[in-house]
């Protein structure tokens, strides 16, 4: 798939209806979401691979990771109206996506590539913990994550006490997209990495 269509499709997915401030609800841009997709796919992580999204919100790394080929796709989120808007998005771009509701630490089936959004820590710090423990417990053969670029130092030695290998860490362009009251600009950038982490053949 060309990353033009690639980015259109994702760009089509409806946010959420509701976001929910605690949770951190906001909107992957469709720009990066296709650069973690893509770099996955051409890492060999996506194809016919079983894929896992924690924190799935509105579906759209799950739903691109089914668009571009992965065997079987899982995305689980605790929000039960933003897994019903990602279900509805997912039949209308034709793919199949088993979502699920569940917190992301009570969830205990790997898969061979884990993809996440976590929360960034705004609302209640260390909300992205629970995601990484679960990553590194879970991943069969990566993850690729968002993160803001402060939290390089925290997931570097998680990946270290995992004995995991950092592939890449690398800035990708985000803008933070006015969600909450508390929003005072339409648009703010903010420093996000794209982290490719590999948990099997560390060299």
């Known amino acids: 798939m060309r990353h033009a269509t690639l980015v259109a499709r994702l760009s089509s997915i409806r ?38 999204d924690l924190g799935t919100g509105t579906g759209v790394l799950a ?7 992965a065997k079987s ?21 034709g ?17 061979d590539t884990i993809l996440m959004n976590p929360p960034f820590g705004a609302q209640r710090r260390g909300a992205d913990r629970p995601f990484w423990d679960r990553a590194f417990a879970l991943a069969g053969r990566a993850i690729y994550s968002f993160a803001l670029a402060d939290s390089r130092t925290f997931i570097a030695r998680r ?10 860490v690398r800035p990708v362009p985000w803008e933070l997209v006015r969600m909450f009251p508390h929003h005072r600009r339409a648009r703010v950038p903010i420093p996000v990495d794209l982290w490719v982490i590999r948990t099997e053949n560390q060299p």
């Open 73 to 93: 796709v899982v995305g689980i989120d605790i929000d039960a109206s933003a897994l019903a808007r990602a279900r509805e998005e997912a039949t209308r771009l």
């Open 15 to 52: 946010p959420f209806e509701s976001p929910r401030a605690d949770l951190e609800q906001v909107i992957t841009p469709p720009e990066a979401a296709a650069t973690l997709l893509e770099s996955a796919l051409s890492a060999g992580d996506l194809e016919d691979r079983t894929v896992l």
């Open 159 to 168: 990946a270290l006490v995992a004995n995991a290998y950092v592939e890449s």
């Open 95 to 111: 793919v199949r996506v088993r979502f699920v509701e569940s917190a992301v630490g009570a969830w205990d089936s790997n898969a």
């Open 63 to 69: 739903i691109g990771a089914a668009l571009l080929g």
